[in-house]
C-alpha cells in the first residue's frame, strides 16, 4: 500500500532521522522536535509566498529558549543567526521542501547583494497534513 508507505516514511523521517546530521548547526533536536509549529503556521499563513524569516520570527517568538542550545556562539548576534539558519535549513530545506510540501522563491537585490528566500505551502501540503485546533 503506497499510502501507508509514505506516511510510515514519513513517520521515521519526522521522529528517527536526525536533521542535524545534514548540519553542521549543533542542537539538542529541539526544532526538528517542534516542526509541527511551522506546520501549523504554514497551514495558517502559506498560501502565499512569504519570507521564511516570517515563519522563524513567529517560532523564535513562540520558543524563545530555544536558542539556548547554540552555547557555542556566545555573540547573541551570531547565536541568532545560527539558530534561524538552523531552523531554516532543517525546517524548509531538509523537511518540506524534500517532501514537496513547499515551494520555494528567492529574490536576489544585486545592488544589495543580499537575497531573500520566500516559501508557500503546494498542494501536496494540504493532502499531507491536516490541522485540527
Excluded at 508507505?5 to 545534514?22: A, H, P, Q, T
Excluded at 513567529?58 to 541568532?80: G, H
Amino acid at each position: 500500500d503506497d499510502q501507508k508507505l509514505y506516511f510510515r516514511l514519513m513517520e521515521v523521517f519526522i521522529s528517527k532521522f536526525n536533521w542535524g546530521m545534514m548540519s553542521y548547526y549543533q542542537d539538542d533536536g529541539f526544532i526538528q522536535r517542534s516542526a509541527a509549529y511551522t506546520l501549523y503556521l504554514l497551514n495558517k499563513y502559506g498560501n502565499e509566498y512569504k519570507e521564511e524569516k516570517f515563519y522563524y520570527d513567529k517560532f523564535i517568538k513562540a520558543y524563545p529558549t530555544s536558542i539556548n542550545v547554540f552555547e557555542y556562539d556566545q555573540n547573541p548576534d551570531y547565536k541568532s543567526g545560527s539558530h534561524e539558519g538552523a531552523y531554516r535549513g532543517r525546517v524548509f530545506q531538509t523537511f518540506l521542501k524534500y517532501i514537496g510540501a513547499i515551494e520555494q522563491k528567492t529574490t536576489t537585490n544585486k545592488q544589495e547583494h543580499t537575497s531573500t528566500d520566500e516559501v508557500r505551502k503546494t498542494p501536496i501540503y494540504n493532502s499531507i497534513f491536516t490541522i485540527n485546533i
